[in-house]
C-alpha cells in the first residue's frame, strides 16, 4: 500500500480511534508538540503520553495490516 | 527517555521500548546511536521502525483537526444528503 492510499488509511485508521488516543496523536505527529508539551496540554505525565502515543500507533499499524489482508483476499 | 543498559549493544526488546520515542527524537544521545546500530543490523526492528516513521508521516500530512469516525460518516451523510436529495441513503449505524 503506497501513496495516497496509505495516507487514506492511516486517516481512517486515526479516525477510529478512542478519543484519548487521538487527541495525543494529534497534538505530536499532527500539530509538532515534543511529549512535554502535549502533556502540558492535557495536563497528564509525560509518561502517559508516550502510553497513549505507542498504543495508538500500534493500533493504525494494526488496522493498516488487517487493511492489506482484505484488500489482496479475492 | 534512556536505555537502562550500559553495554554498547541493544537489544530487540530493549530498542521497542524506546523506538517511538526515538523517532520522535525524545531520547538522550547516547542511547540514540545505540539504537541507531542495533537497528542498522536487526531487520526486524529496521523494519518496524520503518512502518512507524510511514504512519508517523502520514499522520502529519493530515490536514487539521482529526475527525471522529462517527462525525466523519455524519459529515459524509450530509454531503450526500446536500448533492442527492432525499434520495440518499441512511447513514450507516
Excluded: N, W
Excluded at chain 1, 492510499?5 to 492511516?10: P, S
Amino acid at each position: 500500500m503506497v501513496g495516497a492510499c496509505f495516507d487514506a488509511a492511516v486517516a481512517q485508521a486515526v479516525g477510529a480511534l478512542p478519543e484519548k488516543m487521538r487527541s495525543v496523536l494529534q497534538l505530536v505527529d499532527i500539530d509538532g508538540l515534543s511529549y512535554q508539551e502535549a502533556s502540558a496540554v492535557l495536563g497528564v505525565p509525560v509518561g502517559t503520553v508516550m502510553s497513549r502515543l505507542h498504543r495508538a500507533r500500534s493500533r493504525i499499524r494494526d488496522r493498516l495490516a488487517v487493511t492489506e489482508i482484505s484488500r489482496r483476499s479475492p | 527517555m534512556r536505555l537502562r543498559r550500559r553495554s554498547d549493544e541493544a537489544s530487540c526488546r530493549e530498542v521497542s521500548r524506546v523506538l517511538q520515542a526515538y523517532r520522535d527524537g525524545q531520547v538522550d544521545e547516547l542511547s540514540a546511536r545505540r539504537v541507531t546500530r542495533h537497528l542498522d543490523a536487526c531487520r526486524r526492528c529496521g523494519l518496524e521502525a520503518e512502518v512507524y516513521i510511514r504512519i508517523k508521516e502520514a499522520a502529519g500530512r493530515m490536514d487539521g483537526d482529526v475527525p471522529s469516525l462517527p462525525l466523519a460518516r455524519l459529515r459524509d451523510f450530509a454531503r450526500r444528503l446536500a448533492e442527492e436529495g432525499p434520495q440518499a441513503s441512511e447513514p450507516p449505524a
